[in-house]
Structure formats: C-alpha cells, structure tokens
C-alpha cells in the first residue's frame, strides 16, 4: 500500500486506493472506526470532499480526474480502485436490495429546490472494509499526519450520513463547476 521515503517524513497517501482506505476506517457519525460508506455517489462526493475540502491531494494533484458528471463530481478511476481492493479482499461491495443511495431523504424539498425528480434505483452498494482491509487501513490511517486525520474525521463524521439530497445540495452549491453537466437543473 504505501512505502516509506528514504528521506523526510512518511508520505502515507500514494495513490487512490490509499485515500479509499483512509476514508473507510476514519471514524464516522457514530464514532466507531472503519463505518461504512453507503453509495457510490455518496461514496464520491466524500472523496471530492477530502480533495476539496481536506486538502487530501495536495501531494498528489491528479490522483482521482474529478469531471462534472450526472450527480455532480465524478472520478472514472474510483471503480477499478474499487474491484481491484475487492478482488484482493480488502473491501466487500453490499448490494443491500432493500435500500437505494436517496433512502431517508428529503426528496420533496430536493424536487422543490433543483426541479428534478430522480429514478429510484432497487439496490444501494455499500463498501465495507474486511479484516484485511481494517489492517491495511490502520496503517494508512495511523501513518497520516495529525492534521489530515482531523479532517478526514471531519469529513467523514458531517457528510457521510448527512440525507443524501443534502449532501448533493451542498456539493452542488460551493462547487457549482462540478455540477453543471448534472442531470439535476439548479
């Protein structure tokens, strides 16, 4: 996952998968570590999130292509990130059949504000660290500066059971940019 610099301090994050990792250990709303991220929406805005917001890839500008796309910021990367870590076990993608990405939401108020009403999906995926991947997230986790790891927890903790539609609001309005090849109007 990471190697250290023969020079200098630890670099923890070297490529996206790291910074997958890192963000499914972190503590979430609960406070207990490695809370699960459920959707791969949501699991992206919170990616956008760190990159934006948590100064996550400073090191390391072109990591993850974020381009406008339909719900807004989207990184093509993410998904072979995503079967790769799966494939080597260290994430499991939950299809939870009774649930999709805009459960618990606020869809009315969401319609109200960007006039759009979105197709409901039958599954949501929820990406869960296994045992393997808690070990290598620790390291990752525990190499990370003490900064980064407050505002990765920060992040984590405010948007990741934030009501969908909120979440989608709030990214839409601070980085407009992103949102303009949205299949939402604002």
Same mark, same amino acid.
């Given at each position: !996952?990471?190697?250290?610099?023969?020079?200098?301090?630890?670099?923890?994050?070297?490529?996206?998968?790291?910074? &997958?990792?890192?963000?499914?250990?972190?503590? %979430? @709303?609960? *406070?207990? !570590?490695?809370?699960?991220? =459920?959707?791969? @929406?949501?699991?992206?805005?919170?990616?956008?999130?760190?990159?934006?917001? %948590?100064?996550?890839?400073?090191?390391?500008?072109?990591?993850?292509?974020?381009?406008?796309?339909?719900? *807004?910021? =989207? !990184?093509?990367?993410?998904?072979?990130?995503?079967?790769?870590?799966?494939?080597? *076990?260290?994430? &499991?993608?939950?299809? &939870?059949?009774? %649930?999709?990405?805009?459960?618990?939401?606020?869809?009315?108020?969401?319609?109200?504000?960007? *006039?759009?009403?979105?197709?409901?999906?039958? @599954?949501?995926?929820?990406?869960?660290? @296994?045992?393997?991947?808690?070990?290598?997230?620790?390291?990752?986790?525990?190499?990370?500066?003490?900064?980064?790891?407050?505002?990765?927890?920060?992040?984590?903790?405010?948007?990741?059971? !934030? $009501?969908?539609?909120?979440?989608?609001?709030?990214?839409?309005?601070?980085? $407009?940019?992103?949102?303009?090849?949205?299949?939402?109007?604002?």
């Amino acid at each position: !996952m990471k190697a250290q610099p023969s020079e200098g301090p630890p670099v923890p994050i070297e490529n996206g998968l790291d910074v &997958v990792l890192a963000l499914l250990y972190a503590p %979430g @709303t609960s *406070g207990k !570590m490695a809370e699960p991220v =459920c959707g791969i @929406t949501r699991l992206q805005k919170l990616l956008f999130l760190l990159w934006k917001e %948590g100064a996550f890839f400073e090191d390391m500008p072109d990591l993850y292509n974020f381009k406008a796309y339909d719900f *807004g910021p =989207c !990184m093509d990367d993410l998904y072979d990130d995503l079967d790769f870590a799966e494939d080597i *076990g260290l994430i &499991v993608v939950e299809e &939870v059949p009774s %649930g999709n990405e805009y459960e618990g939401a606020d869809e009315q108020a969401f319609i109200q504000a960007f *006039g759009f009403r979105l197709v409901k999906r039958p @599954t949501r995926r929820d990406f869960i660290l @296994t045992a393997a991947g808690r070990r290598a997230a620790q390291e990752i986790y525990s190499a990370l500066d003490q900064d980064r790891r407050k505002r990765l927890d920060q992040i984590k903790r405010r948007f990741n059971s !934030m $009501p969908f539609f909120d979440l989608l609001r709030y990214v839409y309005r601070k980085y $407009p940019a992103f949102a303009k090849k949205s299949v939402l109007s604002l």
